[in-house]
């Protein structure tokens, strides 16, 4: 392996979240709550997107994807901090930490297409409600996803491209409770700084390339709102994008603080991390469940369907 070319190290030392094993033991069940109801609720999400029929359109399908994202993302490296949580020491090998930093970017990056995708789609529906059918047909949603992994993938190798041609000599605590490659650059003992900067031109790329069809789709939404005459058409046509939009401000707002900002080892690089890692993922089918009546609906038939299955 080529960073095994460049390194005498063989494993890295994560300081974690915590050395108290009081503290270590409440984190691990909040957290082992936490991944668990992510799960749950992701899981839900898509067994009911799937059984319900009057769900098969556009939008759910994305919501389908983005739930099956969450499991990804937050599979990454939640277990592996809960592992870490019950452990006196707290490793992890290079092949593992590369992989955890290909996967995080891979997951983080397609959840961020997959949101732009979504707003597109929000704005398709209220600013071209007669035309929506023939825009967002099922072939360009299909493939609006598998550019969204295609466009992530790309970056992601070129991220680990990065991680690959680091060296390193000495240092191998990494001062978080996983692999992230900006807490991989202050153990480098080459120089960082072309690396620095192709990550930071990397995130903005992606980032405003993302966010900017996000913005642009929601100065149209709002003014189409706006120009809508009854109240209850514009608390209707609202309602439809206010999910989307927490979804939108928890997820950039948390990973752009991650990525741009220098690294600190400070406890705001762990709860930045921890909020789109854990703590979104968790959020967003709750959001989507209890904001949309649409949604509601379909788990009390699903349920009430399965209830009867079952007796």
Known sequence: MAWRNHSIITEFILTGLSDDPHIQALLFGLFLGIYLLTMMGNLMLLLVIRTDSRLHTPMYFF??????????FSSVTVPKLLKDLLSEKKTISVEGCLAQVFFVFLTAGTEAFLLSVMAYDRYAAICHPLLYGQVMSSQLCVRLVLASWGLASLNSVIIVLLAINLDFCEAQTIHHYTCELPSLFPLSCSDISIN???????TLLHGLGTF??????????????????STSGRSKAFST???HLIAVILFFGSGLIRYLMPTSGSSLDLLSSLQYSAVTPLLNPLIYSLKNVE???????TVEKYLHYFR
């Open 63 to 72: 919501l389908s994807n983005l739930s099956f994202l969450d499991l990804c």
């Open 196 to 202: 620095i900067d192709i990550l930071i031109c990397s």
């Open 212 to 229: 900017l069809p996000i913005f642009f789709s929601y100065t149209r939404i709002v003014s189409t709102i706006l120009s809508i005459s």
């Open 241 to 243: 994008c206010s999910s």
């Open 295 to 301: 949604v509601k609906a379909a788990v009390r038939r």
